[in-house]
């Protein structure tokens, strides 16, 4: 069950969707591992142009790009990465959508983040979501203009109004 807060918590939920709010996702009773984008490992990368600036330590790609890594994948059109391609500072993409998926593992479910653009902070270990944004991690979606999710502390933070649906476990 999530945990929802706000700087005005005294306000019932529903006035607090519309004016952003603050949600930690954490399963009931137990410790979860924490999302990472680890870059050790082969990453198979396609794309239709690239580009790279070695004294910036940039490089772009356009057209269809393919990120896959064995814990996570990325689609979008175009990306750029900032610093070193084997341990970037920061990776954006921009795309009809962009989508990035961290993959389940036996102590998290999937975590996918879709919008127009999503940015990769490896120094806030956070994804930014904007434009349609939409992130969902297992049975709960979270829908907004721009979504903050902190991957160590697996914490949510809605920027703007805020859509949720939680689907509850079966019970037998």
Excluded: C
């Excluded at 680890?38 to 910036?56: K, L």
Aim: aromatic share 6%.
């Amino acid at each position: 069950m999530p945990v929802v807060q706000s700087s005005r918590s005294r306000y019932p939920l529903a006035v607090l969707l519309g004016a952003g709010l603050w949600l930690a996702l954490t399963a009931s009773g137990q410790a979860q591992e924490r999302y990472r984008i680890d870059w050790d490992g082969p990453i198979i990368v396609e794309a239709v142009e690239a580009w790279a600036d070695s004294e910036q330590r940039l490089t772009r790609l356009t057209g269809d790009i393919r990120f896959d890594h064995q814990q996570w994948r990325m689609r979008a059109d175009t990306a750029q990465i900032d610093g070193p391609l084997d341990a970037p500072d920061a990776v954006t993409i921009t795309g009809t959508p962009a989508i990035m998926t961290l993959r389940a593992t036996e102590d998290r479910p999937e975590l996918e983040a879709i919008g127009t653009t999503v940015e990769y902070s490896r120094a806030n270990d956070r994804l930014v979501v904007s434009g349609g944004a939409t992130l969902s991690e297992g049975r709960r979606r979270f829908a907004g203009d721009r979504l903050e999710y902190q991957l160590a502390t697996r914490k949510l933070i809605s920027v703007g109004p805020v859509k949720m649906r939680i689907e509850p476990k079966p019970r037998p």
